[in-house]
């Protein structure tokens, strides 16, 4: 309460200042106020997290549509399709897999995942590997079942 820096903040650059905004809706201030008051914090709090937050999910889409911009290879409209890590590895831009009813992911590492943009509208996916579930999962749009088998390393 009594500090000038945010929490969290640990360089001279968190400094609280007071910052004039051009163009702020009427209405979304009064609606932030509001919220203020029964969150018991200031209307800068508030806008701060509101920032902190947009930069965090904005952060996240940018890195997305990168991936996407480099014309992913798109594998589509299949019954079942098996793919290795190591096919993954050897990829010289990323892939897709769309519309899949069974996909089934062998030897899979992180390294290997990294090739994946995208797994979207498949039934059942099956990996077999080591591999981070929550950068697995990231990927996933529509998916049905999933079945994760570690493989020790």
């Known amino acids: 309460m009594g ?6 903040g640990g360089s001279d650059d968190n400094v609280k200042k007071t910052i004039s905004i051009r163009g702020i809706d009427k209405n979304l201030y009064s ?3 509001a919220i203020a008051k029964e969150v018991d914090k200031t209307i800068g709090e508030l806008v701060n997290e509101a920032i902190d937050l947009f930069v ?6 940018t890195e997305t549509v990168a991936k996407v911009i480099h014309e992913p ?9 098996v793919i290795t890590g190591d096919e993954l590895r050897g990829l010289d831009r990323p892939v897709m897999f769309l519309n899949i ?3 089934i992911l062998e030897d ?25 579930k929550v950068k697995l999962y990231s990927r996933f749009d529509r998916v ?3 079945e994760v088998h570690e493989m020790g390393s």
């Not at 500090?3 to 969290?8: A, N, Y």
């Not at 965090?56 to 889409?61: E, L, R, S």
């Not at 290879?73 to 399709?81: M, V």
């Not at 899979?108 to 981070?132: E, H, Q, W």
């Open 144 to 146: 049905g079942n999933v």
């Open 73 to 81: 290879y798109i594998i589509k409209n299949l019954d079942k399709l």
């Open 31 to 33: 609606k932030l106020s």
């Open 56 to 61: 965090k999910v904005t952060d996240g889409v």
């Open 3 to 8: 500090s000038d820096k945010e929490v969290g």
């Open 108 to 132: 899979l590492d992180d390294d290997a995942l990294d090739r994946i943009v995208k797994v979207m509208k498949v039934d059942k996916v099956l990996v077999k590997g080591s591999v981070n």
């Open 101 to 103: 009813r069974e996909l």
